[in-house]
């Protein structure tokens, strides 16, 4: 598996009909050190961001991790705080 539950164990979960199914254990966040405070601008997407700060557009997960408070409908509206983890 790849992403962010990439390193979680994996539960085997009893269902209804007698099988059972893998499923991810709960990931726990930590939010990590971050230091760097970026203004959202009209535009940037979450992709973007983490393509520039973390040379990878699909860890765009690590900086809505990084931002716990944060709705995660808010987080490209121009004008947010973004806390962006170091690469």
Known sequence: MIGR?????QLDVAQDDGTTRPMSTPRISVAPRTDVV??????????L???A??????RWWVIAD???AADALTL????????????
């Open 5 to 9: 539950y990439a390193d979680q164990p």
């Open 38 to 47: 970026y203004p959202v601008r009209a535009g940037d997407r979450l992709d």
């Open 49 to 51: 961001l983490a393509a």
């Open 53 to 58: 700060a973390l040379n990878d557009s699909t």
């Open 66 to 68: 990084a931002n716990p």
């Open 76 to 87: 490209e509206e121009p004008g947010t705080m973004l806390a962006v983890p170091d690469a």
